[in-house]
C-alpha cells in the first residue's frame, strides 16, 4: 500500500505561483511512477503532469506546458507540482497519484491516490 498526502493548495491571483508537493509513505517510493492530475466542478478529471521513477522522464499535459514543473526527491519520498504564470482555468483539486509501474496521461492506469488540494486562482 501507498499512501499520499498533498498540501501547497490555496487563493493565489492569476500569474501568480504555488508548489504543491506530495508525500508518499509506505511501498518503496523509488519504484513509482507519479503523477498529477486535477478535476474542476462538472468536469472531468485531468491529466497535468506525470513523472518517472528516476525523474528522468516527464511529460505534461497542453494546457500546463511550459508554466509547470513536476520534480521528485527519492531520497525525501516527494514530488512536486510547480505552478508558474497560473490561470483562472487553472483553478480545480489537484490530485498526487502513483503507478506501480510506469507513468501514464489516464488517471484509470494509477493505483493509489492522494485525497487532493484545492487550488483557487482569482483574476
Known amino acids: 500500500q501507498v499512501q499520499l498526502v498533498e498540501s501547497g493548495g490555496g487563493l493565489v491571483q492569476a500569474g501568480g505561483s504555488l508548489r504543491l508537493s506530495c508525500a508518499a509513505s509506505?511501498?518503496?517510493?523509488?519504484?513509482?511512477?507519479m503523477g498529477w492530475f486535477r478535476q474542476a466542478p462538472g468536469k472531468e478529471r485531468e491529466f497535468v503532469a506525470a513523472i518517472s521513477w528516476s525523474g528522468t522522464s516527464t511529460s505534461y499535459g497542453d494546457s500546463v506546458k511550459g508554466r509547470f514543473t513536476i520534480s521528485r526527491d527519492n531520497a525525501k519520498n516527494t514530488v512536486a507540482l510547480q505552478m508558474n504564470s497560473l490561470k483562472p482555468e487553472d483553478t480545480a483539486v489537484y490530485y498526487c497519484?502513483?503507478?506501480?509501474?510506469?507513468?501514464?496521461?489516464?488517471?484509470?492506469?494509477?493505483?493509489?491516490w492522494g485525497q487532493g488540494t484545492q487550488v483557487t486562482v482569482s483574476s
Open positions: 509506505g511501498r518503496s517510493f523509488s519504484s513509482l511512477g
Open positions: 497519484a502513483a503507478r506501480r509501474s510506469g507513468t501514464s496521461f489516464q488517471s484509470n492506469f494509477y493505483d493509489y
